[in-house]
């Protein structure tokens, strides 16, 4: 079974820095990787997808890579701002699955 | 810009009663899903939904638990006998087709079963 896992579970910075969130998955065999951003007690927003043959993906001040040989993702942020507080996760479909294997987050918390 | 709408945003019910979640997935998507996420813990997998019939369920998903798309908008999950560990938040969410299209979630209701 797919498990997903998100290194730190929790990251303060302060405003301007940039930042990397991890995220590892143990089973390679994927379709896409998909990073969303989650407000206290709300819904999930899609940030950013990354398809299995591809590397990459950027929107904006975020750039996600996959690395699907090793089972890595990064989402990284740069200039962070305090509007960037959130808890970041990243979710999997597994090929032979047609649902997403989430991990547990990373709560950010940007200080002006 | 289309979105995924889930009613209510807060339900409070009974131990034992039962409960209708409401979901309007965006118009022209294929795929349904009902998600959970237990305060504090990881988003899970409860079922999902194509051409009228559930396509895949987690363990989760027992005979309590049952899903319906009525009409041509809406998509609902129904509890039964509800239960204290009911309580938490339930994601709705779509995508246009098959594996490897982006996932869009609704707002969530909060469910708290007293």
């Known amino acids: 079974k797919q498990e997903v896992t998100q290194i730190p579970a929790a990251l303060s910075v302060p405003e301007g820095e940039n930042l990397v969130l991890n995220c590892s998955f143990t089973?390679?065999?994927?379709?896409?990787l998909q990073w969303f951003r989650q407000d206290p007690g709300k819904g999930l927003t899609s940030l950013l997808l990354?398809?299995?043959?591809?590397r990459e993906q950027t929107s904006g001040r975020l750039n996600a890579s996959l690395d699907k040989s090793s089972g890595r993702s990064t989402l990284y942020i740069a200039a962070s701002q305090p509007g960037d507080s959130a808890t970041y996760l990243c979710?999997?479909?597994?090929?032979?699955?047609?649902?997403?294997?989430f991990g547990t987050g990373t709560r950010l918390t940007v200080i002006p | 810009e289309p979105e995924v709408t889930q009613t209510p945003s807060h339900q409070v019910t009974q131990m034992g009663q039962e409960v209708i979640l409401r979901c309007v997935p965006i118009?022209?998507?294929?795929?349904f899903y009902w998600y959970r996420q237990i305060l504090g813990q990881k988003v899970e997998f409860l079922v999902s939904?194509?051409?009228?019939?559930?396509?895949?369920k987690s363990e989760i998903f027992d005979d309590q638990f049952s899903v319906e798309r009525p009409d041509g908008s809406n998509f609902t999950l129904k509890i039964r006998s509800t239960k204290l560990e009911d309580s938490a938040m339930y994601f709705c969410?779509?995508?246009?087709?098959?594996?490897?299209?982006?996932?869009?979630f609704g707002q969530g209701t909060r469910l708290t079963v007293v």
């Open positions: 990354i398809q299995s043959s591809q």
């Open positions: 089973d390679s065999a994927i379709y896409n």
């Open positions: 969410a779509s995508i246009l087709d098959g594996q490897g299209a982006e996932a869009f």
């Open positions: 979710a999997v479909t597994s090929t032979g699955a047609n649902n997403l294997f």
């Open positions: 939904f194509y051409n009228n019939e559930i396509s895949e």
């Open positions: 118009s022209n998507h294929l795929y």
